[in-house]
């Protein structure tokens, strides 16, 4: 796994971390050892804000061709407009601003 990504796998490994811990609230409540079982929840809810932060950054993380993708089309779009009342004129109909 690249470390800039969020593999599918290990997405779906957080998913079922947060499963196991609500089904381990529900039966701690269930059996009234809710707050009792305060450290053992701690635990897994550190573990578990660990690696959710782990999914937000790498979820949300542009991989460097991506970021160049989104650079290029926002180039592209800056700049140019559809301007069909001018002799000026590209071939397609585009009009650059700058002319």
């Not at 470390?3 to 009234?32: C, K, Q």
């Not at 053992?40 to 061709?65: A, K, N």
């Not at 989104?70 to 071939?91: F, K």
């Amino acid at each position: 796994m690249s470390d800039d990504v969020y593999d599918p796998r290990r997405a779906e490994a957080l998913a079922e971390m947060l499963r196991t811990l609500a089904i381990r609230i529900t039966e701690l409540d269930a059996s009234g050892r809710l707050l009792d079982a305060g450290p053992e929840l701690l635990r897994s809810l550190g573990d578990i804000r660990s690696e959710l932060f782990q999914y937000e950054v790498r979820h949300t993380f542009d991989s460097p061709e991506t970021a160049e993708r989104r650079r290029i089309v926002l180039e592209a779009s800056q700049g140019w407009e559809p301007d069909r009342d001018n002799d000026d004129q590209e071939e397609d109909g585009w009009q650059h601003r700058g002319r």
